[in-house]
Nanobody
Framework: QVQLVESGGGLVQAGGSLRLSCAAS????????MGWYRQAPGKQRELVAA???????NYADSVKDRFTISRDNAKNTVYLQMHSLKPEDTAIYYC??????????WGQGTQVTVSL
């Protein structure tokens, strides 16, 4: 089992920055991919960014050049640095981990609200 705890959400004005953190515990040695998803009201949950154990990353087109995902294996933590935030980035952001057996784990979510 893997437990994920997010932190760092909040309210920010458009153009501002936030950094989300996700601390993993439990069977962390089994984790391959870690990522961030988000879900806005009335919309489906969507992938924002993901990072593999080897360090390769991928991003949603809507956040490329604004968001950066990184992973500190020593701290078992994944980060999402968000710059140039827009009101359309408002959502609940969920941390996700997938192990080598393709089992998926989710955090409880953290709210990000971007005001005009």
């Amino acid at each position: 089992q893997v437990q994920l705890v997010e932190s760092g959400g909040g309210l920010v004005q458009a153009g501002g920055s936030l950094r989300l953190s996700c601390a993993a515990s439990g069977s962390i040695g089994t984790i391959n991919i870690m990522g961030w998803y988000r879900q806005a009201p009335g919309k489906q949950r969507e992938l924002v960014a993901a990072i593999r154990s080897g360090g390769s990353t991928n991003y949603a087109d809507s956040v490329k050049d604004r968001f950066t995902i990184s992973r500190d294996n020593a701290k078992n933590t994944v980060y999402l640095q968000m710059h140039s935030l827009k009101p359309e980035d408002t959502a609940i952001y969920y941390c996700n981990a997938q192990n080598w057996g393709y089992k998926t784990y989710w955090g409880q979510g953290t709210q990000v609200t971007v005001s005009l």
